[in-house]
């Protein structure tokens, strides 16, 4: 039987990792970037908090925070610094919980287990956003910027009430270094080092503007902390959290690694280079999946197309045409046929989104490399609806 499927393409990329985290790390990196780790060093010694006291600052200049808010390095990533803001600064008015993939939808798990008085807003179907419009100014707001697993963000933050009465609190961890975050519209910021930098998992970073402080050291939530959730001491904000110490022993290899792509970050022309890399990357999928027909952004709404982690769905008939399992072999088949050769790994859809691709394009991606996958994926699919 005569193929009609394509010969393979001639180019790979340079680097087949697109996962959506942890992420590649940064373009050149080598085990020798650790070299001027403190290991054996205890975290609260002079040389560890300077360590650590270091990527505060560099996250400062580099991520443009206002002077006036406050970082910290916390434990268990970016879903620590959520559940740490969400527990310790959540029940003193109603909320407003906006969810749309399955991060976001953690939180709105989160809102009912704290038994708050919140208004639950889930975007359906994936990749859809919620009825922004629906936030309250006098109601404290939780939403995530960038949907890792449905490839959507926000489209912009006109929605949050600048005159509000309550606090947001912004899941950023997949659009901070990637995407402009509006420190006015924001009061607690959370992200993790594995994601647009390409650091090292297990560490997260809560950002609180003086409104997040002051709720902190006026409200005392009628339920206990758990220690790595408490922000304060004797109703004052903990200072110390915000010059160096943590609550929990961190990794200083780990933030070696991070103080390493913060410099990279630096050295390439700061926050808007960082910007540009994503947008760059982002756009050639995007550009390619509006002239091929079987493919197409999960999120339907070109504002809310995600510059990170970019969903693509297979909306070819012959699939969509299957059953529910069938279209997910199909999916698995492709991405295994790219793992295979070498072109794409961890590029699969999240495993609770709809069946396709999730190719991540933050800022140590580099653009030849998302040009070279392109062609694989157009091999892959010709190769797999040639199978059916």
Request: proline letters at 6%; glycine letters at 6%; aromatic letters at 8%.
């Amino acid at each position: 039987m005569t193929s009609n499927a394509p010969p393979k393409p001639a180019a790979k990329p340079a680097d087949p990792r697109f996962s959506s985290g942890p992420t590649k790390k940064r373009p050149g990196w080598t085990l020798s970037a650790l070299e001027g780790a403190a290991l054996g060093r205890s975290h609260r010694s002079k040389a560890g908090k300077a360590k650590l006291k270091e990527a505060i600052d560099r996250t400062r200049a580099l991520l443009e925070v206002p002077a006036d808010f406050k970082i910290a390095i916390v434990p268990a990533s970016d879903t620590g610094a959520v559940e740490m803001a969400m527990w310790s600064m959540l029940g003193e008015r109603p909320v407003d919980v906006f969810a749309w993939e399955s991060f976001g939808e953690e939180w709105v798990t989160d809102a009912k287990a704290l038994k708050l008085d919140a208004a639950l807003h889930v975007g359906r179907p994936y990749g859809a956003l919620p009825d922004l419009s629906k936030a309250r100014k006098n109601a404290d707001i939780i939403f995530t910027q960038n949907g890792t697993t449905a490839g959507a963000k926000i489209p912009d933050f006109d929605w949050i009430a600048a005159d509000r009465e309550g606090i947001t609190i912004n899941d950023c961890t997949s659009a901070a270094f990637a995407q402009p975050i509006d420190w006015s519209k924001c009061d607690v910021v959370t992200y993790s080092w594995q994601k647009v930098m390409g650091g090292e998992a297990a560490h997260g970073m809560i950002i609180l503007s003086p409104r997040a402080v002051a709720r902190l050291e006026s409200y005392e939530p009628d339920r206990p902390l758990p220690k790595i959730f408490r922000m304060t001491k004797k109703g004052k904000l903990d200072a110390e959290l915000f010059e160096g110490a943590t609550i929990n022993t961190p990794s200083l290899l780990a933030t070696e690694d991070y103080l390493d792509t913060l410099k990279w970050g630096e050295r390439i022309g700061g926050l808007k280079a960082l910007h540009a890399r994503a947008d760059a990357n982002a756009n050639v999928l995007y550009d390619w999946a509006k002239k091929t027909p079987w493919i197409a952004p999960l999120a339907e709404d070109e504002r809310t197309w995600s510059n990170t982690g970019v969903c693509l769905a297979i909306v070819d008939p012959r699939v969509t045409s299957l059953d529910e399992d069938a279209k997910a072999a199909f999916a698995k088949k492709l991405n295994d046929l790219l793992e295979k050769e070498g072109v794409a790994v961890d590029a699969a859809n999240y495993r609770t989104a709809p069946p396709g691709l999730r190719i991540w394009c933050g800022a140590t991606i580099e653009k030849s490399d998302v040009e070279a996958l392109v062609p694989w994926i157009e091999w892959a699919f010709a190769t797999c609806v040639e199978a059916l």
